[in-house]
T-cell receptor, first 115, second 117 residues
């Protein structure tokens, strides 16, 4: 069974440009999460999809970030326009359920560098 | 609000020595606690978790952790370190919402474990 897949693995863009990150969750997982780790700091929650609906987007930093999950399958996270402070590793995770202690499966992450 | 504190951003142990990675949490409700590991160039992988029941939980690769409510701790241990244990380890807490669904994970800052010969 394929795990959570993220594209690209690395991205270097200039300040002001647009970048789109993609996440393919494990097949059949209704729950999809985005997290971000800024260098040296903790991994922080960005948002949670249940199928195509946003269940919780309380962690989204500002309106430069747009997440979508059309059809409830893969998800994209667009940053437009990118700023220097957006640099970090973006992780996607998916889970089949949302019960107590449900394991979330993580992708390898996308390392975004804004210069 | 929940929070997780991991003492020590870097820990170095000799091969064969005890591994102890510390995690303290703050949660207003009974917590669900996790340890994840990230090996180089890989994603986060679940090591073990505590939900309810036995407070000593065993995970993969010989790791275990003990939930101590009185100390609000969930330290990770392994009796004998192996070179392959070198990785970054993250403690996380989740809680159960009134809807019955688990909330997002709140992570600590991570501890990088180095294992030397």
């Amino acid at each position: 069974e394929a795990g959570v897949t993220q594209f690209p693995s690395h991205s270097v863009i200039e300040k002001g440009q647009t970048v789109t990150l993609r996440c393919d969750p494990i097949s059949g997982h209704d729950n999809l999460y985005w997290y971000r780790r800024v260098m040296g700091k903790e991994i922080k929650f960005l948002l949670h999809f249940v199928k195509e609906s946003k269940q919780d987007e309380s962690g989204m930093p500002n309106n430069r970030f747009l997440a979508e999950r059309t059809g409830g399958t893969y998800s994209t996270l667009k940053v437009q326009p990118a700023e220097l402070e957006d640099s970090g590793v973006y992780f996607c995770a998916s889970s089949q359920e949302t019960g107590a202690g449900t394991e979330a499966f993580f992708g390898q992450g996308t390392r975004l560098t804004v210069v | 609000a929940q929070s997780v504190t991991q003492l020590g951003s870097h820990v170095s142990v000799s091969e064969g020595a005890l591994v102890l990675l510390r995690c303290n949490y703050s949660s207003s409700v009974p917590p669900y606690l996790f340890w994840y590991v990230q090996y180089p160039n890989q994603g986060l992988q679940l090591l073990l978790k505590y939900t309810t029941g036995a407070t000593l939980v065993k995970g993969i690769n010989g790791f275990e952790a003990e939930f101590k409510k009185s100390e609000t701790s969930f330290h990770l241990t392994k009796p004998s370190a192996h070179m392959s244990d070198a990785a970054e380890y993250f403690c996380a807490v989740s809680d159960l919402l009134r809807t019955g669904t688990a909330s997002k994970l709140t992570f600590g800052t991570g501890t990088r474990l180095q294992v030397t010969l």
